[in-house]
């Protein structure tokens, strides 16, 4: 049962009751008959207002439904026809799909087929042109390879022309310069064998030389000694007052003591007057010996010259000192710088 037929039964038992409570209590009771017609006249109106109400309520409440309905069928219609259009769009834009890719395809399939007839046009133009370019680049080849052949075969005669002119060359600088090397030893082995040659000859003569120079100076010393020796006996004789010849008697009494001192430096005016000659300055640098015996006089001299200042002795002795050692390096300069 619907809601609204529900509601007119709850109001109809609602105000049937109250009407008989109050006929039963209503004052001055008349005739039964009166009142049975006053009652169904007045039920029957209640009856017919009740009635009136709830076919108002009804009315109202079926309006409202017709109206609820309308609105629900148009909300249908509306959704129905929303929900037919969207499959209808669905369906449209998947057939709209499916036509532009079946378009595409039969366009894509007629270019690749129009391509592939344009491709093999194209390549069968491409073999043509190749089979007539690679004829004429044969000939050209053939012709390029005959000109590098020979051009090769004249480098290569050129560059063997060029390399033995190299050798030869070589070879000629290689047999000039050991036929240099070659005389430059010869040369040098004479050049050796005449130096030391001049070189003999040269120490043989200075020897002479200084064997004369020796000799010499050994007779001046010889005649320098006795000079002195007679000097100093005439002296003594003089002085004891003896007439007779005193060389005799010192010779034969006594034995001579000589001077060390005037020998030195008699020695020493000797070896300048050989210095005062080239020939006698270069016979005395031929003698090493005597040059080192020098060297070793000068140190020694120098060594008791410096002794004797230490020691601070008397001027007497250290006269004599200074006096050799200027007459060594005096003859040592000599023979060293000529």
């Known amino acids: 049962m619907a809601w609204w037929k529900e509601m007119?039964?709850?109001?109809?038992?609602?105000?049937?009751?109250?009407?008989?409570?109050?006929?039963?209590?209503?004052?001055?009771?008349?005739?039964?008959?009166?009142?049975?017609?006053?009652?169904?006249?007045?039920?029957?109106?209640?009856?017919?207002?009740?009635?009136?109400?709830?076919?108002?309520?009804?009315?109202?409440?079926?309006?409202?439904?017709?109206?609820?309905?309308r609105v629900w069928k148009q909300a249908t219609t509306k959704?129905?026809?929303y929900y037919r259009g969207f499959l209808s769009r669905k369906s449209y834009s998947s057939q709209k799909q499916a036509a532009t890719k079946i378009q595409s395809y039969y366009r894509g399939w007629l270019s690749r087929k129009s391509f592939l007839k344009k491709k093999q046009s194209v390549m069968k133009l491409q073999?043509?042109?190749?089979?007539?370019?690679?004829?004429?680049?044969?000939?050209?080849?053939?012709?390029?390879?005959?000109?590098?052949?020979?051009?090769?075969?004249?480098?290569?005669?050129?560059?063997?022309?060029?390399?033995?002119?190299?050798?030869?060359?070589?070879?000629?600088?290689i047999q000039r310069f050991w036929r240099g090397w070659l005389t430059r030893r010869d040369f040098l082995l004479q050049k050796e064998a005449a130096t030391s040659i001049q070189s003999a000859l040269r120490c043989l003569k200075c020897f002479k030389d200084f064997k004369c120079h020796k000799n010499a100076a050994i007779a001046i010393q010889r005649f320098v000694k006795g000079w002195i020796i007679r000097k100093r006996?005439?002296?003594?004789?003089?002085?004891?007052?003896?007439?007779?010849?005193?060389?005799?008697?010192?010779?034969?009494?006594?034995?001579?003591?000589?001077?060390?001192?005037?020998?030195?430096?008699?020695?020493?005016?000797?070896?300048?007057?050989?210095?005062?000659?080239?020939?006698?300055?270069?016979?005395?640098?031929?003698?090493?010996?005597?040059?080192?015996?020098?060297?070793?006089l000068v140190e020694d001299l120098k060594r008791k010259a410096c002794n004797e200042k230490r020691n601070q002795r008397t001027p007497a002795t250290k006269e004599p000192m200074d006096r050799r050692l200027k007459e060594a390096i005096q003859i040592l300069k000599l023979i060293t710088n000529g």
């Open 79 to 81: 959704i129905q026809s």
């Open 127 to 173: 073999r043509l042109y190749q089979s007539i370019k690679r004829s004429r680049n044969f000939r050209q080849s053939k012709l390029e390879i005959m000109a590098a052949i020979t051009i090769q075969s004249h480098t290569r005669r050129w560059i063997a022309r060029r390399v033995a002119c190299r050798c030869k060359c070589s070879i000629v600088l």
């Open 8 to 69: 007119a039964q709850h109001n109809s038992k609602a105000t049937a009751n109250p009407v008989y409570t109050t006929l039963n209590s209503f004052p001055g009771k008349q005739s039964s008959d009166k009142q049975e017609n006053a009652a169904t006249i007045i039920q029957s109106h209640f009856r017919r207002l009740v009635k009136y109400r709830n076919y108002t309520r009804i009315k109202n409440a079926v309006s409202s439904l017709q109206a609820v309905i």
């Open 233 to 296: 006996l005439l002296e003594s004789a003089a002085i004891s007052g003896c007439h007779h010849n005193p060389t005799k008697d010192c010779f034969s009494g006594h034995e001579i003591k000589l001077n060390k001192e005037d020998a030195y430096f008699v020695a020493a005016d000797v070896l300048k007057n050989i210095c005062s000659n080239k020939k006698g300055v270069e016979g005395l640098r031929v003698l090493k010996a005597l040059v080192k015996r020098l060297h070793n």
